[in-house]
T-cell receptor, first 113, second 112 residues
């Protein structure tokens, strides 16, 4: 089974801090994605990547950046955390070989105080 | 740009009732369609998907969905729900290569 692992289940950070959310997948998927999930808003795409060192903006990239130095790892960076970035963050990966179906990680619940 | 609309945000049913969750998308070209489920405290899981061929697709746990191209719809159905179907259900569409676009979700509660 494909595994997508997010390094932290819960995080609490202060306003203005730089925050790193890590995601690792173990099945050589070329595509990786970061979403945030908020009640009543569903999942919204922040950034995605189709290859190493490649990134594309999703629907809500403001206040975020990403890094993909290795194929298996996709990091989401909050440059200066704000309270409106309190959310559940979900990482996903997919591959053409799997019919582009996503496999999701368990999520990181980030609270910015 | 593609978008997805789920008709109901909250649905409450009794066990053994039939279920239909509505999903409409907006995109004029070829799409791939998905339903994902998130059980309480768990990560999102794929329920079923449609890429091409038979518009009636069957997924896990007795769920099925029908793609009706003329209506831009991909409704999820189950003839008889169980208490364990209590979860949040997300419809999603992938029109090109810009990642999946999700609906806002439907919170389904099954009363025993």
């Amino acid at each position: 089974d494909v595994k997508v692992t997010q390094s932290s289940r819960y995080l609490v950070k202060r306003t203005g801090e730089k925050v790193f959310l890590e995601c690792v997948q173990d099945m050589d998927h070329e595509n990786m994605f970061w979403y945030r999930q908020d009640p009543g808003l569903g999942l919204r795409l922040i950034y995605f990547s189709y290859d190493v060192k490649m990134k594309e903006k999703g629907d809500i990239p403001e206040g975020y950046s990403v890094s993909r130095e290795k194929k298996e790892r996709f990091s989401l960076i909050l440059e200066s955390a704000s309270t409106n970035q309190t959310s559940m963050y979900l990482c996903a990966s997919s591959s053409v070989d799997t019919g582009l179906s996503y496999t999701f990680g368990s999520g990181t619940r980030l609270t910015v105080v | 740009a593609q978008s997805v609309s789920q008709h109901n945000h909250h649905v409450i049913l009794s066990e053994a009732a039939s279920l239909e969750l509505g999903c409409n998308y907006s995109y004029g070209g070829t799409v791939n369609l998905f339903w994902y489920v998130q059980y309480p405290g768990q990560h999102l899981q794929l329920l079923l998907k449609y890429f091409s061929g038979d518009p009636l697709v069957k997924g896990i746990k007795g769920f099925e969905a029908e793609f009706i191209k003329s209506k831009f719809s991909f409704n999820l159905r189950k003839p008889s729900v169980q208490w364990s179907d209590t979860a949040e259900y997300f419809c999603a569409v992938n029109a090109q290569t810009d990642g999946l676009t999700f609906g806002k979700g439907t919170h389904l509660i099954i009363q025993p």
